[in-house]
C-alpha cells in the first residue's frame, strides 16, 4: 500500500495495521482518509468494467453460433447445454438448467486451476506484466472466438481466455497496494458499479454487432469475411479494446508493488534461484520483498478471511442460480411464470441496483458499523430474502402477477444488494490478512481458488434440491430454502470470527 513503503514489518504483522502506523495517527475517519489515487485507481476501474464484458458480449448470439456450427445436429433440446459451455446468464439458465451446472463448473474448475498460479506470480515479478499478459490473452482469445466455425475452436478459445487470464484477482491485490485502511472501504464501494456496467455494455455490443451483414447491409453487405465470419465483429471490438487498454496499461498503469525478480529471471531461473536471490536482500527489507511459502499463507487470520468469503459467495451464486429458476416455474408449481425478456429485465434491474447502491452507500455502512458488524448484517439480510420466495409463491397462486408481488420482488432484490455488501468486506480482510506486503497477491488467489471450488459447486446442489423441493413437495416445496437458510448459519458462524475492524487483524 501507499503508505506502507517505508514501513519495516515481519511476516505476521497484519497490512492494515502496518499502514496506519506508517502514515497519520489520527484515527481513520470518512472525512481524514486518505484520498483515493484516481489515476491509477481509474485504470483498475476500466480493466474492471472490461473483464465481464468478454463473457456477456457472446451471450445475444451464443445460442444461433450453436445452431450454425451444428454440433448440435439439428436437435434444439441440446442447444442449451452447449450454450451453457460458453457462458451463463439468465437465458442460458431457462433454455436448459443443466448448463448452468455445466457451465459453471468448467469454469470454476479452470479458474481454480490457474488463479493461484498467476497471483502468486503477480507477488514475484509485480501486478502491470500479469495484467498485460491477462489482457493479451483476452484480445487473442476474443480474436480467435470470432474466427471460430467448429465447436471445439470455440471452447478452446474459451479456455485460452481462462488459463491465460488472472486480471480479476491481480486486480484485487492492486486496490490493496494502492489503497490504506482509510480509504480502501471507498475502493471497494465502486468496483461493483464497474462490474455491473461491464455486464451490460457486453450484450449491448454482441446482439447489436452480430450477423452485421444481415443487420446492416447497407453499410457491411459487401463484406465476404463478415458474412463467413458473423460473429467476428462484436468479439474484434472487445479484442481491440483489450489491446488498447493493453497499451494504457503500460503507458500509464504504474507498478503497485515492489517486485522481487523480473519476468526476465524468472522465466531464466529456477525457483530454488530465485527465493536465494530473494534472501540476500539486505534485512532491513526482506520481509516486504519476500514472498512466502504456500504453507505460511495458512495462517488462522487467512483461513477465517478465506472461510468467510466462501461462505457468502456460496450462498449468493446459490440465490442466483436459483431466482431464474423460480421466476421461469410455473405459477401452479411454485414459481411466477415470468419469459425470458421479463426475468432479463428483472436481472437487469438488479445489476443496476446493485452496482449503483453499493457506490453511494456502501462506504458509509462501514464506517458507522465496521467490517465485521456489517459483514453479519448483510448475512441477516438472507432470512428475509429467503423467506420472500415462498411468500411470493403463495401470493402468486391466489393474486396472480399482481403489483404486490412485484413490489415483493423488488424487496427482495434490494434485500440481495445488502447482502452483496459483505463481498466488499471480505476483500478488504482477505489483503489485510496478507502475511506480508509480498504475499498479498497470492493470499487472494488462495481465497478466489477455494472460493471458485465452492462455485462450482454450489448451482449443481442447490438447483438440484429446488427440483426435488418441487418435484416431491419437500417441506412444502421449500426445501431448498431452508437448504440456504442453513448456508447464511454457517456464514454467521465464520464472521463472528472475523475481527471487529481490519486493523484488528
Known amino acids: ?45 476500466s480493466l474492471q ?48 438448467s443443466n448448463a448452468l451446472y455445466t457451465q459453471q463448473s468448467l469454469f470454476f474448475a479452470t479458474e481454480a486451476f490457474t488463479t493461484f498460479h498467476w ?55 492492486m486496490v490493496a497496494d494502492i489503497t490504506d485502511s482509510t480509504n480502501m472501504p471507498q475502493a471497494y464501494g465502486y468496483i461493483p ?23 446492416y447491409p447497407d453499410i457491411f453487405g459487401r463484406l465476404e469475411f463478415l458474412k463467413t465470419y458473423p460473429y467476428f465483429l462484436p468479439c474484434g471490438v472487445i479484442g481491440t479494446l483489450a489491446i488498447i487498454w493493453w497499451c494504457v496499461t503500460f503507458l500509464l498503469l504504474s507498478e503497485s508493488t515492489k517486485p522481487s525478480t523480473s519476468l526476465a529471471q524468472l522465466l531464466g531461473s529456477r525457483k530454488s534461484e530465485i527465493i536465494a536471490s530473494g534472501t540476500m536482500s539486505s534485512a532491513s527489507d526482506v520481509s516486504e520483498v519476500k514472498p512466502l511459502p504456500f504453507r505460511d499463507l495458512l495462517i488462522p487470520r487467512v483461513v477465517v478471511a478465506t472461510s468467510a468469503y466462501a461462505a457468502i459467495a456460496l450462498i449468493e451464486i446459490s440465490f442466483r442460480a436459483v431466482q431464474p429458476v423460480f421466476y421461469a ?14 426475468i432479463g429485465i428483472i436481472l437487469a434491474l438488479l445489476g443496476i441496483l446493485n452496482g449503483t447502491l453499493q457506490a453511494l452507500f456502501f462506504v458509509r455502512l462501514h464506517n458507522w458499523l465496521g467490517g465485521r458488524n456489517l459483514y453479519l448484517f448483510s448475512i441477516f439480510s438472507c432470512f428475509p430474502m429467503l423467506a420472500l420466495f415462498p411468500v411470493i409463491s403463495s401470493i402468486t397462486k391466489v393474486q396472480g402477477l399482481s403489483y404486490f408481488v412485484y413490489l415483493l420482488v423488488g424487496l427482495q432484490l434490494l434485500l440481495f444488494v445488502m447482502l452483496s455488501s459483505a463481498y466488499g468486506v471480505v476483500f478488504m480482510y482477505i489483503n ?74
Not at 193 to 213: K, R, S
Not at 438 to 454: D, M
Request: aromatic share 6%; proline share 7%; net charge positive.
Open 1 to 45: 500500500m501507499t503508505t506502507m513503503s517505508s514501513e519495516i514489518s515481519d511476516e505476521e504483522t497484519p497490512l492494515l495495521r502496518s499502514s496506519r502506523h506508517a502514515g497519520s495517527q489520527a484515527k481513520p475517519t470518512l472525512t481524514g482518509s486518505t484520498p483515493l489515487p484516481w489515476r491509477q485507481f481509474s485504470i483498475i476501474l
Open 329 to 342: 416455474t410455473p405459477i401452479k408449481m411454485g414459481g411466477l411464470g415470468l419469459d425470458t425478456p421479463a
Open 119 to 173: 497471483s502468486r506470480l503477480s507477488d514475484l515479478v509485480g501486478r502491470r506484466p500479469i495484467l498485460l499478459i491477462g489482457l493479451s490473452g483476452i484480445s487473442i482469445s476474443m480474436y480467435s472466438f470470432g474466427l471460430s466455425r467448429t465447436f471445439w475452436s470455440v471452447i478452446l478459445s474459451r479456455c485460452l481466455c481462462g488459463a491465460l487470464n488472472g486480471n480479476v484477482v491481480v486486480m484485487k491485490s
Open 432 to 505: 489485510a490478512s496478507a502475511p506480508n506486503r509480498a504475499s498479498i497477491g497470492a493470499t487472494n488467489g488462495l481465497a478466489q481458488t477455494v472460493v471458485s471450488i465452492t462455485r462450482a459447486v454450489g448451482p449443481a446442489l442447490v438447483n438440484t434440491a429446488y427440483s426435488l423441493s418441487i418435484e416431491k413437495q419437500l417441506l412444502g416445496g421449500n426445501m431448498v430454502y431452508w437448504l440456504m437458510v442453513g448456508m447464511a448459519w454457517i456464514a454467521i458462524g465464520v464472521g463472528s470470527v472475523l475481527p471487529p475492524r481490519l486493523c484488528d487483524c
Open 49 to 96: 468494467v472490461l473483464e465481464p464484458m468478454t463473457s456477456q458480449v457472446i451471450s445475444p448470439f451464443a445460442p444461433q453460433l450453436i445452431r450454425d456450427i451444428g454440433v448440435t445436429n439439428g436437435e434444439e433440446a441440446r442447444v442449451g447445454f452447449y450454450v451453457g459451455l460458453l457462458v451463463c446468464n439468465a437465458t442460458t439458465c431457462l433454455i436448459n
Open 193 to 215: 458499479f464497474a462490474w455491473q456496467a461491464g455486464i451490460a455494455l457486453g450484450p449491448l455490443i454482441g446482439g447489436p454487432l452480430a450477423h452485421p451483414t444481415v443487420r
